[in-house]
């Protein structure tokens, strides 16, 4: 009972910078544990980043130390800054939302979300 809509994708250069933005709406946004998934062609759905609802995080080792991700609980919504961004971050990127997950709840496995966006398409080329 949650919508989520990205928003944010593009084409930018190696080296260069997105922020892709990710609107929550339907249900309790403060409860809930917010992620960012990828997936390229013929490639498996990758854990990006989490944030929980203590505002911890937790982070792919692939995009470590170059994104960074937040939440704004007034505006509903999750952010993922993208810097010093390689060819190789070329997906689609989803975000996802599990409302008030258990204490087993781990947050990288994209399973344990039954709420996704329609994801934003980020190509980095030159």
């Known amino acids: 009972q949650v919508q989520l809509v990205e928003s944010g994708g593009g084409l930018v250069r190696p080296g260069g910078s997105l922020r892709l933005s990710c609107a929550v709406s339907?249900?309790?946004?403060?409860?809930?544990?917010l992620a960012w998934f990828r997936q390229a062609p013929g490639k498996g759905r990758e854990f990006v980043a989490l944030?929980?609802?203590?505002?911890?995080?937790v982070y792919g080792d692939s995009v470590k130390g170059r994104y960074t991700i937040s939440r704004d609980n007034a505006k509903n919504t999750t952010y993922l800054q993208m810097n010093s961004l390689k060819p190789e971050d070329t997906a689609v990127y989803y975000c996802?939302?599990?409302?008030?997950?258990?204490?087993?709840?781990?947050?990288?496995?994209?399973?344990?979300?039954?709420?996704w966006g329609q994801g934003t398409q980020v190509t980095v080329s030159s």
């Open positions: 944030v929980r609802w203590t505002s911890s995080t």
């Open positions: 996802a939302a599990k409302i008030a997950p258990g204490y087993d709840f781990l947050g990288t496995r994209s399973y344990e979300y039954d709420n």
């Open positions: 339907g249900r309790t946004f403060s409860s809930s544990a």
